[in-house]
Nanobody, 123 residues
Framework: QVQLVESGGALVQAGGSLRLSCAASGSSVSNYAMGWFRQAPGKEREFVAAISGGGSTTDYADSVKGRFSISRDNAKKTVYLQMNSLKPEDTAVYYC????????????????WGQGTQVTVSS
């Protein structure tokens, strides 16, 4: 089975940066699309970023374009989300996810999800 474990969430001031990591275990993620989603209190989970299996294709929610960057190291079975210029609106629990379909993953249809890591951005 696959386990995804997020880390790196923290309390940070607006304008600051964080890097989230998602480490996979149990199987290789080389052939899988990976992504990040977030859910703020009282709100629906939303798509943040996705990366294709080979890492050559990425997509971002409009709200984070230019500020966030997703990357992966398949040898380490780890996906990262570099978050810069953080805003209070970015406060949420961030989840990583995996699916064998890039398109499905972007829609939130993922075969595996992590437990989430809390990101809090203070103003």
């Amino acid at each position: 089975q696959v386990q995804l474990v997020e880390s790196g969430g923290a309390l940070v001031q607006a304008g600051g940066s964080l890097r989230l990591s998602c480490a996979a275990s149990g199987s290789s993620v080389s052939n899988y699309a990976m992504g990040w989603f977030r859910q703020a209190p009282g709100k629906e989970r939303e798509f943040v970023a996705a990366i294709s299996g080979g890492g050559s294709t990425t997509d971002y929610a409009d709200s984070v374009k230019g500020r966030f960057s997703i990357s992966r190291d398949n040898a380490k079975k780890t996906v990262y989300l570099q978050m810069n210029s953080l805003k209070p609106e970015d406060t949420a629990v961030y989840y990583c996810a995996r699916d064998n379909s890039y398109r499905s993953l972007k829609m939130g249809r993922c075969d595996y999800w992590g437990q989430g890591t809390q990101v809090t951005v203070s103003s």
